[in-house]
């Protein structure tokens, strides 16, 4: 459902004193709404891992490439190691906000790295980009759990074809802050993206909408404990729309109950308290003023028209989406690698040395 059509709806069945607008599927991918494509929360219980930092066991003969199949974890279209192998963007930026295991990036402009537990990946596409994601399965003798949340923000017409952008922030600069409610319960927020309260993350990048000082985009996380409350502050403009989406829990909204997992488009404009359910609740809160463009996808390009998705594939075939300095199409670090980005112009980044 496009953003417009949800404050269509929204407009017709919320009461002046209802905090919830509307609700919004929250399955695999969420329902999103302008300016973000697509949301999703990824999880995967993944074995012990073998020398080659793929599965120890079997996978059940299930076919590599088999996306979100049963049984706890995929292969994705990893063959040796899970993941997604090299594969191409054009148009919008993607945020990977990854919160258990290890993923390893590399990139058709230059830049590579591995990333951790509470780290994000800011990644703008712009006028092409090639990228691979794999999650190598670093410990032999436990299991290697995958959690991340992908989230794809739409560029505005203007900015679709900018080079491409690739940065880290670090769990070590993001900032996050434990809220206490007046009868003591705990809820920690993580801000990945606009400012909440007293917590100011990293600035987005150039070229994205969220650096724009009025796009009022946000990317929050929450997990509160049982019955915690903790309360949403309202925007400056209207216009913003503001959804949370409960991943896990129960939460409760002006007297109302919603068990995830859920999208809950809510009132921007005023204060809105949460109260955590009886077994807790975790949530991400996706807000921004809408770009209101025309969008047109074409497999992993977003456009503003079918013309523009044709000039992405043909550039895309003719070599224009970068060089891939890379050994194969799933590249992977050794075992031994701890935490670290090289840049495309060479330099490198080692957090936990910091």
């Given at each position: 459902m496009g953003n417009f059509e949800v404050m269509a709806k929204q407009a017709k069945t919320a009461s002046?004193?209802?905090?919830?607008?509307?609700?919004?599927?929250?399955?695999?991918?969420?329902?999103?709404?302008?300016p973000f494509l697509f949301g999703a929360h990824q999880k995967d219980f993944y074995p012990a891992g073998n020398r080659d930092m793929g599965p120890a066991t079997d996978s059940g003969r299930r076919p590599a490439g088999e996306e979100f199949s049963t049984g706890g974890w995929s292969m994705y279209y990893g063959k040796t190691v899970p993941g997604f192998p090299r594969h191409p963007h054009r148009g919008f930026e993607i945020i990977t906000f990854l919160t258990k295991g290890t993923i390893d990036h590399s990139d058709s402009v230059g830049a590579t790295g591995r990333y951790g537990a509470g780290d994000v990946q800011w990644l703008t596409a712009g006028r092409g980009i090639e990228?691979?994601?794999?999650?190598?399965?670093?410990?032999?003798?436990?299991?290697?759990?995958?959690?991340?949340?992908?989230?794809?923000?739409?560029?505005?017409?203007?900015?679709?074809?900018?080079?491409?952008?690739f940065t880290m922030l670090w769990r070590e600069n993001l900032p996050r802050a434990v809220l206490k409610d007046d009868a003591g319960r705990s809820t920690e927020v993580v801000a990945v993206a606009g400012r909440f309260a007293d917590l100011?993350?990293?600035?987005?990048?150039?070229?994205?909408?969220?650096?724009?000082?009025?796009s009022d985009v946000a990317i929050w996380q929450f997990l509160a404990e049982s019955s915690a409350a903790w309360t949403l502050?309202?925007?400056?403009?209207?216009?913003?729309?503001?959804?949370?989406?409960?991943?896990?829990?129960?939460?409760?909204?002006?007297?109302?109950?919603?068990?995830?997992?859920?999208?809950?488009?809510?009132?921007?404009?005023?204060?809105v308290e949460v109260t955590?359910?009886?077994?807790?609740?975790?949530?991400?809160?996706?807000?921004?003023?809408?770009?209101?463009?025309p969008v047109v996808m074409g497999g992993a390009f977003v456009m503003n028209d079918q013309r523009e998705i044709q000039e992405a594939y043909r550039d895309h075939r003719n070599g224009r989406f970068g060089s891939w300095l890379w050994r194969g199409d799933a590249p992977v670090h050794p075992r031994s690698a701890g935490r670290f980005a090289t840049h495309p112009d060479g330099t490198t980044e080692f957090p936990e040395a910091v």
């Amino acid at each position: 459902m496009g953003n417009f059509e949800v404050m269509a709806k929204q407009a017709k069945t919320a009461s002046d004193e209802d905090p919830v607008l509307g609700e919004l599927p929250a399955g695999f991918p969420w329902t999103t709404t302008d300016p973000f494509l697509f949301g999703a929360h990824q999880k995967d219980f993944y074995p012990a891992g073998n020398r080659d930092m793929g599965p120890a066991t079997d996978s059940g003969r299930r076919p590599a490439g088999e996306e979100f199949s049963t049984g706890g974890w995929s292969m994705y279209y990893g063959k040796t190691v899970p993941g997604f192998p090299r594969h191409p963007h054009r148009g919008f930026e993607i945020i990977t906000f990854l919160t258990k295991g290890t993923i390893d990036h590399s990139d058709s402009v230059g830049a590579t790295g591995r990333y951790g537990a509470g780290d994000v990946q800011w990644l703008t596409a712009g006028r092409g980009i090639e990228h691979a994601e794999l999650y190598p399965l670093l410990d032999e003798r436990a299991p290697n759990t995958i959690e991340l949340f992908q989230i794809w923000l739409n560029l505005p017409a203007s900015e679709k074809m900018v080079d491409p952008y690739f940065t880290m922030l670090w769990r070590e600069n993001l900032p996050r802050a434990v809220l206490k409610d007046d009868a003591g319960r705990s809820t920690e927020v993580v801000a990945v993206a606009g400012r909440f309260a007293d917590l100011e993350p990293p600035p987005a990048p150039r070229d994205s909408w969220a650096s724009n000082s009025e796009s009022d985009v946000a990317i929050w996380q929450f997990l509160a404990e049982s019955s915690a409350a903790w309360t949403l502050p309202p925007t400056a403009r209207p216009q913003t729309v503001r959804t949370l989406y409960v991943y896990e829990g129960t939460v409760e909204l002006g007297g109302k109950a919603f068990a995830g997992p859920i999208g809950l488009v809510l009132r921007s404009d005023r204060l809105v308290e949460v109260t955590a359910g009886p077994n807790g609740a975790a949530a991400v809160v996706l807000q921004g003023r809408p770009i209101a463009e025309p969008v047109v996808m074409g497999g992993a390009f977003v456009m503003n028209d079918q013309r523009e998705i044709q000039e992405a594939y043909r550039d895309h075939r003719n070599g224009r989406f970068g060089s891939w300095l890379w050994r194969g199409d799933a590249p992977v670090h050794p075992r031994s690698a701890g935490r670290f980005a090289t840049h495309p112009d060479g330099t490198t980044e080692f957090p936990e040395a910091v």
